[in-house]
């Protein structure tokens, strides 16, 4: 084993005594550290002083709970990097499920679309879907309630690219729109930790990532209340709500919408857990 090898599975050996050590991940601290790529990190032998500073650098902060993502600021998501600090959720894999949901509806949409993303963060959820739909995609507006998170949001959609018709303002959820805006697609990924598991969670999570975007009250579920109450209100006829859920609460959120005269479909994760809720609202059936 070349020098290199070494000190690269030396890494890994300090990494993966974190309880949220992810595979693979002593490649990425290299990469990032070294701005370099990762063929370029395996075509190396030897490793300099100076590189394993930068390096040991990293790591020092990473052994003490800090994810990678927030020691780099940046998280790539839909194939698409985005800036991430403490303010914001970095994205999750998962999410990307609700990303390809939408972009598969609006895909197979005729006319185009305007949509509403809730709670949006860094704005990953809305800005990969504009930017892999931008010709179909009408208008885009971004809400969240912290001013913070509306400024890594509004540095994300320039990092993108992203033009057209997009507006990224500050409101408590449905605060902000006049009654008469209506959207064809909402999506949402809303807090919905509970108090209880947020005390458990790990030092990666609760240290490094906004309280405010995890909570989502004592039973997780406060902001889908608001979402199958309010929703209706910003929908066209025949549209649609996209939600992520954590993967035990599929029951209790579908039976919210449900009751607020949606009609639900749930779907998995990659990992095979229910993740995404797709209530489907018919202004002329609610009005039968």
Same mark, same amino acid.
């Given at each position: 084993?070349?020098?290199?090898?070494?000190?690269?599975?030396?890494?890994? +050996?300090?990494?993966?005594?974190? /309880?949220?050590?992810?595979?693979?991940? /002593?490649?990425? &601290?290299?990469?990032?550290? &070294?701005? $370099?790529?990762?063929?370029?990190?395996?075509?190396?032998?030897?490793?300099?002083? =100076?590189?394993?500073? *930068?390096?040991?650098?990293? &790591? #020092?902060?990473?052994?003490?709970?800090?994810?990678?993502?927030?020691?780099?600021?940046? =998280?790539?998501?839909?194939?698409?990097?985005?800036?991430?600090?403490?303010?914001? +959720?970095?994205?999750?894999?998962?999410?990307?499920?609700?990303?390809?949901?939408?972009?598969?509806?609006?895909?197979?949409?005729?006319?185009?679309?305007?949509?509403?993303?809730?709670?949006?963060?860094?704005?990953?959820?809305?800005?990969?879907?504009?930017?892999?739909?931008?010709?179909?995609?009408?208008?885009?507006? +971004?809400?969240?309630?912290?001013?913070?998170?509306?400024?890594?949001?509004?540095?994300?959609?320039?990092?993108?690219?992203?033009?057209?018709?997009?507006?990224?303002?500050?409101?408590?959820?449905?605060?902000?729109?006049?009654?008469? $805006?209506?959207?064809?697609?909402?999506?949402?990924?809303?807090?919905?930790?509970? /108090? $209880?598991?947020?005390?458990?969670?790990?030092?990666?999570?609760?240290? #490094?990532?906004?309280?405010?975007?995890?909570?989502?009250?004592?039973?997780?579920?406060?902001?889908? *209340?608001?979402?199958?109450?309010?929703?209706?209100?910003?929908?066209?006829?025949?549209?649609?709500?996209?939600?992520?859920?954590? #993967?035990? =609460?599929?029951?209790?959120?579908?039976?919210?919408?449900?009751?607020?005269?949606?009609?639900?479909?749930?779907?998995?994760?990659?990992?095979?857990?229910?993740?995404?809720?797709?209530?489907? #609202?018919?202004?002329? &059936?609610?009005?039968?």
């Amino acid at each position: 084993m070349g020098e290199f090898m070494s000190y690269l599975n030396s890494i890994k +050996l300090k990494l993966r005594e974190l /309880e949220d050590y992810s595979k693979n991940e /002593e490649i990425l &601290l290299v990469m990032y550290s &070294l701005n $370099q790529t990762r063929e370029n990190i395996f075509l190396k032998d030897t490793i300099s002083c =100076q590189e394993k500073q *930068k390096i040991n650098r990293k &790591l #020092f902060r990473r052994m003490k709970g800090e994810p990678l993502n927030k020691i780099f600021k940046k =998280q790539n998501f839909y194939g698409f990097d985005f800036k991430v600090n403490n303010s914001v +959720l970095a994205p999750r894999v998962e999410t990307e499920i609700l990303v390809e949901k939408v972009i598969n509806e609006i895909k197979g949409r005729k006319s185009k679309i305007d949509l509403l993303d809730l709670c949006t963060g860094s704005g990953c959820i809305g800005l990969s879907i504009k930017k892999v739909c931008n010709d179909k995609i009408d208008k885009l507006v +971004l809400l969240d309630i912290d001013n913070k998170a509306l400024r890594v949001a509004k540095e994300n959609k320039k990092l993108l690219n992203i033009s057209g018709n997009v507006k990224i303002l500050k409101s408590n959820m449905f605060e902000r729109l006049k009654s008469s $805006q209506k959207f064809d697609i909402i999506t949402c990924n809303p807090p919905y930790i509970t /108090e $209880q598991e947020y005390k458990n969670l790990p030092v990666g999570v609760k240290n #490094f990532d906004p309280k405010i975007s995890l909570v989502g009250g004592k039973e997780g579920l406060d902001y889908y *209340k608001i979402l199958a109450r309010e929703s209706k209100k910003y929908l066209k006829s025949d549209g649609k709500i996209f939600v992520e859920i954590g #993967f035990k =609460q599929k029951d209790k959120v579908e039976k919210l919408f449900r009751e607020n005269g949606f009609n639900v479909e749930c779907f998995k994760d990659f990992s095979r857990k229910n993740r995404v809720i797709v209530g489907s #609202f018919s202004e002329r &059936l609610s009005n039968d």
